[in-house]
Structures are given as C-alpha cells and as structure tokens.
Nanobody, 124 residues
Framework: QVQLVESGGGLVQAGGSLTLSCAAS????????MGWFRQAPGKEREFVAA????????YYVDSVKGRFTISRDNAKNTVYLQMSSLKPEDTAVYYC?????????????????WGQGTQVTVSS
C-alpha cells in the first residue's frame, strides 16, 4: 500500500509560478513511476506529467510542455511539479499518482495509487 500526500497548492495570478510536492509512504519509492494528473470543474481527470523511477524519462501533456517540470527525490520519497507561466486554464485539483511499471503507462492507463488532491487556482 502506498500513501500519497500532496501539498503546495494555492491561489496564484496568471503568469506566476507554483511548486507542488507529493510525499510517498512507499518503502521502495524508486520502483514506482510517479505522475501528476488534474481535474478541472466539469471536466474529466487528465494526465499532466510522469517521471520514471530513476528520473531517466519524463512525459508531459502538450498543454504544459515548456511550462511545467516534474522531478523526484528518491532519498526523500517525494515528487515535485514545478509550474510556471501559469494560465487560468491550469486551474484544477492536482493529484499525485503512483504506478508500478514504465512511466509512459501513466499516460494511458490508471495508476494504482492516488493522492487526495490539492487545489490550484490561477486568476486572470
């Protein structure tokens, strides 16, 4: 069982930056591909970014490429999502996720574990 706890959400103006963190309880954290998803009001949850266990591979949805960066610190059992040049359309609840196997699988199949989510609101 893996528990994921997100933090770092909040209210930011358009063009601003925010960094989300996700602390994991997994003993073998480095074995899990980690990812971030988001869900805006009235919309389906969507994939945002993923990172492999040793940070060798990262993946992003097209809408955040060049603005968001996913990273992880296996010594701290933590994954991060650095968000810059934020837009009002980035407003959503952001969820951390963990999955065994390749990070690319997070783009197309459900993760095994979810965090509780953290709200990000970007004002125009």
């Amino acid at each position: 069982q893996v528990q994921l706890v997100e933090s770092g959400g909040g209210l930011v103006q358009a063009g601003g930056s925010l960094t989300l963190s996700c602390a994991a309880s997994a003993r073998t954290f480095s074995r899990y591909a980690m990812g971030w998803f988001r869900q805006a009001p009235g919309k389906e949850r969507e994939f945002v970014a993923a990172i492999s266990g040793q940070s060798s591979f990262t993946y992003y949805v097209d809408s955040v490429k060049g603005r968001f960066t996913i990273s992880r610190d296996n010594a701290k059992n933590t994954v991060y999502l650095q968000m810059s040049s934020l837009k009002p359309e980035d407003t959503a609840v952001y969820y951390c996720a963990a999955k065994t196997g390749l990070a690319t699988y997070l783009r197309s199949s459900p993760p095994e574990y979810w965090g509780q989510g953290t709200q990000v609101t970007v004002s125009s």
